[in-house]
């Protein structure tokens, strides 16, 4: 039996200059999350170099709350992805992180007190309520009269988040590089967040402003009917996974996938869901190259992207 395994080989740090050289000793090392790291690496490389395939990014909002923000960031403005399926929170943290800053906390501030002095916490992140609250509706409700003096009246979700981001200048943002690279960004759960609201709160004066979500699934639909073969990194579980896999299904499933997550599967929560299990479904193909790494993504998404511009000469 044993003649079929490779041995354990052990990691050497002497050895190791560069991200990819730790990438491949992980790899090597046989145990336990670090390997599954280095492999889910290895399916992504393939993944982007396949010049054939609609490569798909699913994340959730809190990570744009961070840091890694600017790796999501720098992976779109190099066009390494086709299609961004998210939710309402990007929107909102993508922008009023253009318009204000957010700072360092932790897990065990004192939440009544943070209230009273008008902050909110986002895990060990502290929000200012004027940055994501009267500052974001300024700014949008801005934008959104502009549109409308130009003639726009009901369009998608998708060519909405397009249209803002090219109002935006700061190249630290998301918005800013989807719209300049042609990039769609799906958020199935639109309203869910300040940016779906201040699109209601417009509403309320601007009756004939609306979003129909019929347009961004039409334009999902042919993307994927398009696609000769798909793949998708995706982070975290939620709408964003579900509603990128539910409609991969309908062309017999993906063909790569690489989902790093911290739910657990016993619950039967689809956020819990292994990747293996949607096969079953045919949201993954039964020959797909796929893995899930559980990990929490802020831990790993830098050093996987590190290592995967090393191992395809991105210039950095």
Not at 14 to 42: C, H, N, Y
Not at 217 to 235: N, T, W
Not at 270 to 296: H, P, Q
């Amino acid at each position: 039996m044993l003649k079929d395994h490779r041995k354990v080989v052990d990691i050497r740090p002497a050895e190791i200059s560069s991200f990819s050289q730790l990438m491949d000793a992980m790899e090597r090392a046989g145990g336990f999350g670090g390997r599954k790291v280095a492999e889910a690496t290895g399916i992504l490389r393939r993944m982007l170099q396949d010049k054939e395939c609609t490569r798909f990014l699913s994340f959730p909002a809190a990570i744009m709350a961070t840091g890694v923000r600017g790796v999501i960031v720098d992976m779109v403005r190099r066009g390494l992805f086709d299609v961004i399926v998210t939710t309402t929170g990007t929107l909102d943290h993508d922008l009023a992180r253009v318009w204000g800053d957010y700072y360092h906390g932790d897990f065990l501030l004192d939440d009544l007190e943070l209230k009273e002095l008008g902050l909110m916490r986002l895990g060990n992140v502290v929000v200012p309520l004027e940055v994501y609250g009267p500052s974001l509706e300024e700014h949008l409700t801005g934008i959104f009269e502009e549109l409308y003096r130009e003639g726009v009246r009901e369009v998608g979700g998708a060519e909405l988040i397009r249209m803002v981001g090219e109002r935006i200048e700061d190249d630290s943002s998301l918005l800013h590089w989807t719209a300049r690279r042609g990039i769609p960004v799906f958020v199935p759960g639109f309203y869910d967040g300040a940016f779906g609201s201040h699109v209601w709160l417009f509403n309320q004066r601007r009756r004939d402003f609306r979003v129909d979500p019929l347009k961004d699934e039409q334009l999902l639909s042919d993307i994927v009917y398009e696609s000769k073969r798909s793949g998708a990194l995706i982070l975290g579980g939620g709408i964003s996974k579900h509603h990128t896999i539910w409609w991969n299904q309908f062309r017999g499933g993906l063909d790569y996938a690489v989902y790093v997550t911290t739910a657990q599967e016993h619950d039967g929560s689809l956020s819990g869901a292994r990747m293996r299990e949607a096969v079953s479904w045919g949201k993954v193909r039964e020959d797909a190259s796929y893995i899930t790494v559980e990990a929490e993504i802020t831990q790993v998404l830098p050093l996987m992207v590190m290592a995967l511009y090393e191992m395809m000469g991105v210039d950095r």
